[in-house]
């Protein structure tokens, strides 16, 4: 399994990023995946997990309405629009297979003025 995630970098409060993660090494499109954070001196935390095909996509109260994850599965890919950022959402941000335990290297996301 390996989990690619892209698209942080710095950003205003109020402002939008959109995060990628690109999986192989396993059949992507059978399983959900989750997006987690982990602020500096923090727990790692769920942020959302994608599901598959017909099911429902669940977020953590703390992003519900600002963020949104969607997938493609041909291109084996995890998305998390991420709107109307605030400082407390600065992280680095992972991708994970939801029943799996492998992680990507993550993408760091800075939300500051």
């Known amino acids: 399994v390996q989990l690619v995630e892209s698209g942080g970098g710095l950003v205003q409060p109020g402002g939008s990023l959109r995060l990628s993660c690109t999986a192989s090494?396993?059949?992507?499109?059978?399983?959900?995946m989750s997006w987690y954070r982990q602020a500096p001196g923090k727990e790692r935390e769920l942020v959302a997990t994608i599901a598959t095909i017909g099911r429902i996509t669940e977020y953590a109260d703390s992003v519900k309405g600002r963020f949104t994850g969607s997938r493609d599965n041909a291109k084996n890919t995890v998305y998390l629009q991420m709107n109307s950022l605030k400082p407390e959402d600065t992280a680095v941000y992972y991708c994970k297979v939801r029943t799996m335990d492998s992680w990507g290297q993550g993408t760091r996301v800075t939300v500051s003025s």
């Open positions: 090494g396993f059949t992507f499109s059978k399983y959900d």
